[in-house]
């Protein structure tokens, strides 16, 4: 058998397993994601979980060289070997990275992550996964499939590695690549043992033909766990970025941000009385919404996204523009104004949230609902913004809400709303800044929101996240709020005197907003 048309006949029949490769989560992720702080988490992860693969390479190349000996392939054997020795410490080179990562991320970002805990963290499965393939090859019949295993791995630097480190580069700059040798040495190094194994692969093939489907099933097994690998960094990331960070509580300095009072009761409802500002905020708010497709009723029959609510007449915005461009709105809306039943109520029923305010002892004529939290997804995507946007809209809003309660006589009797999104995690961010599901409310499945909606509270301000209460301070500032609400001259992260349940309808409604 010709090895050239031999290798070639390998590499058409793990093409499918290398396009599952490439349209992957984990890579698809990496490439369309340009949120520094995403990346920097997942290279910590990628070092810290990649390190405990990494480690028994030498080991798993040594001992499939002897099991390939005992079967006779001394020439593959002799190879393996070779190659074993020039994996060995490379794990090392992982830990020097992720050691540095480490202090790059501590230098400018919360939460701290100490480096000795990320390794001892337990394998991902596609670790785990990326593991057990390497033993079963060999303890199998076939452990010469090593090889394939090999040849698949060392490629995807080749096919990758500049990618990547052209993208980190991108976004960090020159100062990040001595903390990524792991990469780019492997670029180098992977030019070299791509080639070897292309030889012995091809050797393996002309002397044992019948290898081939062994080599094949190996070589798809070890992408497929590499692949689920990289997702697993990715949604451990992620998770990772969900706590808040605030590393500033200092609004970002290219950002504006304005304050409108309710409409109602200076201007009529007809269409066309209104400021240009609430048509600019229902249109981002009806594309946020709209979210490609998974809520039509967004869109106008014109084309055109729009989210027309009559609450919004009676409520307060709280905007953030970069340069004229809006990128961000929230809604803080009192009941007492006379408008339309707030979301939650409509969500859950009137019966239900009467009942739900009864049981704690409030009163609907001082209850405020703070929803349509959303931030404009291309600037998300283009520049990772709207996390830091979204914690200060929802800093402002808070600022703004908790003002608006201490102008009551009897504050105890006060509560805000916030109903939260499930599907996107909304519900788990909210959770991390202080908020309670309320007592008695089960999560309402929503047909118009493609979501499960959970109703939650804080009954003190006390409960909220301490940085979380030094922004809402920072925001009242921000947003002119003693000026628009005079008694607003109090001092969150300070104890208030008296508390205010929040009951949650903050409506995060877009994978594309995450608090991080």
């Known amino acids: ?39 920097e988490a997942f290279l910590l992860y990628f070092c810290a979980i990649g390190a405990q693969m990494t480690e028994p390479v030498e080991s798993w190349i040594s001992r499939a060289a002897s099991c390939c000996a005992t079967l006779g392939l001394s020439d593959l054997a002799e190879a393996l070997t070779r190659h074993a020795k020039a994996e060995a410490g490379h794990h090392l080179m992982m830990i020097a990275d992720l050691r540095s990562l480490a202090d790059y991320w501590n230098a400018r970002h919360t939460p701290l992550v100490d480096a000795d805990e990320l390794l001892r963290q337990p394998p991902s499965y596609g670790a785990i996964r990326y593991c057990q393939v390497h033993e079963e090859n060999i303890a199998s ?107 500033s509580e200092a609004p ?39 979210d490609h497709g998974r809520r039509p009723h967004f869109v106008a029959g014109n084309g055109c996204y729009s989210d027309s609510d009559p609450m919004d007449l009676h409520a307060w915005h709280v905007l953030a523009y970069a340069g004229e461009r809006l990128v961000g709105c929230v809604r803080v809306y009192p009941l007492a104004g ?20 009864r049981r704690m002892g409030k009163n609907r ?7 349509r939290w959303v931030v404009d997804p291309a600037f998300r995507t283009g520049s990772s913004l709207a996390p830091g946007i979204g914690v200060q809209l929802a800093a402002g809003a808070g600022a703004l809400a908790f003002a608006l309660a201490h102008q009551w006589e009897d504050i ?89 349940d929040i009951l949650d309808t903050g409506e995060m409604y877009s994978s594309d907003i995450r608090l991080s």
């Open 338 to 357: 006379g408008g339309p039943p707030c979301l939650t109520e409509k969500l859950i029923g009137e019966d239900q949230f009467s009942q739900a305010l």
């Open 1 to 39: 058998m010709n090895p050239l048309l031999s290798l070639e006949r390998y590499n058409q029949l793990l093409a499918p397993a290398r396009e599952r490769f490439e349209s992957s989560i984990g890579l698809n992720a990496l490439r369309s994601n340009r949120d520094p702080r995403l990346l």
């Open 412 to 500: 105890s009797n006060g509560v805000v709303m916030f109903s939260a999104g499930s599907r996107d995690k909304q519900y788990l961010v909210l959770s991390r800044l202080g908020l309670k599901p309320v007592s008695g409310i089960e999560p309402v499945a929503s047909i118009e929101y493609d979501d499960v909606i959970r109703v939650m509270c804080c009954t003190d301000t006390q409960q909220l996240q301490p940085r979380f209460r030094r922004m809402m301070d920072v925001m009242a500032e921000a947003i002119q709020l003693e000026q628009m609400v005079p008694t607003s001259a109090i001092h969150f992260h300070l104890r208030i005197s008296g508390s205010v």
């Open 141 to 247: 019949d076939t452990p010469f499939a090593q090889i394939a295993i090999e040849y698949e791995i060392e490629q995807l630097p080749l096919r990758y590695g500049g990618l990547f480190v052209a993208r980190c580069l991108e976004i960090f700059g020159p100062e990040i690549l001595p903390k990524l040798s792991f990469v780019t040495e492997h670029i180098d190094l992977d030019i070299a043992h791509t080639h070897f194994n292309a030889q012995q692969l091809s050797k393996l093939l002309e002397l044992v033909p019948e290898s081939l489907p062994a080599l094949v099933v190996a070589g798809c097994a070890a992408l497929n766990a590499y692949a689920q690998f990289l997702t697993d960094c990715v949604e451990l990331a992620e998770n990772h970025c969900q706590v808040p960070s605030f590393q």
């Open 365 to 371: 004529s001082k209850t405020i609902e703070v929803g």
């Open 252 to 290: 970002f300095r290219f950002l504006s941000w304005r304050l409108h009072r309710p409409l109602s009761d200076s201007i009529g409802g007809a269409v066309g009385s209104w400021p240009n500002w609430v048509d600019e905020v229902r249109s981002l708010r009806g594309a946020v919404l709209f």
